[in-house]
Nanobody
Framework: QVHLVESGGGLVQPGGSLRLSCEVSGTVFSIYDMGWYRQAPGKQRELVAAITTGGNTNYGDSVKGRFTISRDNAKKAVYLQMNSLKPEDTAVYYC??????????????WGQGTQVTVSS
């Protein structure tokens, strides 16, 4: 069974930094594209950052230049370094693993989420 476990959330002041981690178990990590999503109260879940199996990255417009996604296949983990945090970054952050096979079958898994609160 595939498990994604996030950690690293918490309370931080505006302008501060946090590093989220997501550890994956129960599957071959390197074959999954990985992503971080977030959901604020009353809003839809949105993509924050994604990284492919080949290391290509993609970021949501609101976090470009401030957040960095990375992965360590040996540790079966993906990370999100968040700098220059703003109150509007406050949300529950979710780790996502996705694999689309050539047959068209899709495998997708989510973590339980970790709360990030940016407030003075």
């Amino acid at each position: 069974q595939v498990h994604l476990v996030e950690s690293g959330g918490g309370l931080v002041q505006p302008g501060g930094s946090l590093r989220l981690s997501c550890e994956v178990s129960g599957t071959v990590f390197s074959i999954y594209d990985m992503g971080w999503y977030r959901q604020a109260p009353g809003k839809q879940r949105e993509l924050v950052a994604a990284i492919t199996t080949g290391g290509n990255t993609n970021y949501g417009d609101s976090v470009k230049g401030r957040f960095t996604i990375s992965r360590d296949n040996a540790k079966k983990a993906v990370y999100l370094q968040m700098n220059s945090l703003k109150p509007e970054d406050t949300a529950v952050y979710y780790c996502n693993a996705r694999r689309l096979r050539a047959s068209g079958r899709e495998y997708e898994y989510w973590g339980q989420g970790t709360q990030v609160t940016v407030s003075s």
